[in-house]
T-cell receptor, first 110, second 115 residues
């Protein structure tokens, strides 16, 4: 049973920032938020994860609200190769498992 | 640093047969978990291995079993295959054992078709 809610699809123009929202209102205090993406049924690709502070790496930024009930993944300059299904996931603390939902299908257009 | 590798990449079995899927974890990673992804759905957790022991299991029957070896590689075994077992099987590795909070990296998966 997924702990996250995401819009089923989004569009973004190439070169613009893609902002992917995620709701996780039942998240526990010690559970991390992970983001992955999956292209054409390849293995999910790790993007970023965080607990409560904002995080940034070479791929993306993760903004987590102060109450931790929602987060946003930001791809600063989307390219056509960023077209994929993006999964926002809460990693269960007591089992370590990633509980995937249905994800957001991001389409980047020229 | 080598990534997570899985074999075979594709295979076809018939109902009732048994299958073994293999996974080599990323260098330095000692924890392995397995996921099943049916067509059009998100991956579902099967189980996790750390120190050669299963330490977490999802809602899968006992005919799904696994092993972890001293070099941290792992196998997933499925007995008495059913048509619904057709899926992409994903292996993920991480560092730090149970309740670690680090990155978790997936392999490209083994696509199983059961006829």
């Amino acid at each position: 049973d997924a702990k996250t809610t995401q819009p089923p699809s989004m569009d973004c123009a190439e070169g613009r920032a893609a902002n992917l929202p995620c709701n996780h209102s039942t998240i526990s205090g010690n559970e991390y938020v992970y983001w992955y993406r999956q292209i054409h049924s390849q293995g999910p690709q790790y993007i970023i994860h965080g607990l409560k502070n904002n995080e940034t790496n070479e791929m993306a930024s993760l903004i987590i609200t102060e109450d931790r009930k929602s987060s946003t993944l930001i791809l600063p300059h989307a390219t056509l190769r960023d077209t994929a299904v993006y999964y926002c996931i809460v990693r269960e603390w007591d089992t370590d498992k990633l509980i995937f939902g249905t994800g957001t299908r991001l389409q980047v257009f020229p | 640093e080598t990534g997570v590798t899985q074999s075979p990449t594709h295979l076809i079995k018939t109902r009732g047969q048994q299958v073994t899927l293999r996974c080599s974890s990323q260098s330095g990673h000692n924890t392995v978990s397995w996921y099943q992804q049916a067509l059009g759905q998100g991956p579902q957790f099967i189980f996790q291995y750390y120190r050669e022991e299963e330490n977490g299991r999802g809602n899968f029957p006992p005919r799904f079993s696994g092993l972890q070896f001293p070099n941290y590689s792992s196998e997933l075994n499925v007995n008495a295959l059913e048509l619904d077992d057709s899926a992409l099987y994903l292996c993920a590795s991480s560092r730090g054992g149970v309740r670690n909070t680090g990155e978790l990296f997936f392999g490209e998966g083994s696509r199983l078709t059961v006829l």
